[in-house]
């Protein structure tokens, strides 16, 4: 580029001709958008160049799975910023991904991040995000319960990745005589190696009673009898991702035994 361009131009951003792009190039947005829930959900991308203004609209049509939508632009972006629109309040509503095309081939990653009602995207300039959003998404995760006689299994959601800060569960055991010792399981994947962190409950459970089991980061290992609740500590910095799973195995668990009232505290994030 030389001072005849700049100043024939007399812009303070990047075109086509100051990248010697032929006239046949192509310019396009690649929006990725990953909802955590709902649908039909209003996204809208507006910016400039040095043709003008553009606004589109990307509404994805289901939750947790990535969708991409493709806008073509005449030229290089000089900016953009995406909103939300509505009135829905849940911080991190969708994982957002805004990438520059350039004849088809995705060149740059312009900006990325958790999109909710009250904080959007931009480029070059970048919003200030709220410390819970760059931790994940905290949020509470109900567990459909297995069948008597059964132990929990539960799969991290394709496309996710838990930090788990707490798991609560109720078992519930029959008349058998026997007794029952719980143990919740961590599947973590490392490449081709599976390690499970296992974390035992501190205290037996005999026939007909029913337990509060709880498992948190930091507790400590208590059994209270006259409340019968229990708690042991889950391992910290633990992040379980597509193909890890959350399981319990209990010692001489019995046919009418029950496991319910499932839920995890959870860090969520997207792998999108």
């Known amino acids: ?28 947005l690649v929006v990725d958008i990953t909802l955590d829930s709902g649908s039909g959900t209003d996204f809208f991308i507006r910016g400039m160049t040095k043709e003008g203004p ?89 567990i459909a319960a297995p069948g008597a006689g059964n132990d929990l299994t539960q799969d991290v959601t394709a496309e996710e990745a838990w930090r788990l800060l707490g798991v609560h569960l109720k078992y519930t055991a029959d008349a058998t005589v026997a007794t029952r010792r719980l143990n919740l399981i961590l599947g973590e994947l490392f490449g081709n190696f599976a390690t499970n962190f296992i974390i035992p409950t501190p205290g037996d459970i005999v026939a007909s009673e029913a337990w509060d089991l709880n498992f948190y980061i930091g507790a400590n290992s208590v059994v209270n009898s006259t409340s019968k609740n229990q708690t042991a500590a889950l391992p910290d910095q633990i992040i379980l991702q597509n193909g890890d799973f959350v399981k319990t195995s209990t010692t001489a668990i019995q046919a009418g035994d029950q496991i319910a009232y499932i839920y995890f505290i959870l860090e969520k994030y997207f792998l999108t």
């Open 1 to 28: 580029m030389d001072s005849k361009d700049t100043k024939d131009l007399g812009l303070p951003f990047i075109t086509r001709k100051q990248l010697a792009f032929e006239q046949g190039s192509t310019f396009s």
């Open 54 to 142: 553009f606004t589109f609209r990307a509404k994805p049509a289901t939750a947790t799975n990535k969708q991409t939508f493709t806008f073509r632009i005449p030229d290089v972006p000089i900016f953009i910023s995406l909103t939300r629109e509505g009135t829905f309040q849940t911080t991190n509503l969708a994982w957002i991904v805004i990438k520059l095309s350039v004849n088809g081939d995705v060149g740059l990653i312009l900006t990325q991040g958790y999109v909710d009602i009250n904080l959007g995207l931009s480029w070059p300039n970048q919003q200030p995000i709220y410390p819970i959003i760059a931790k994940g998404q905290r949020q509470k995760k109900l």
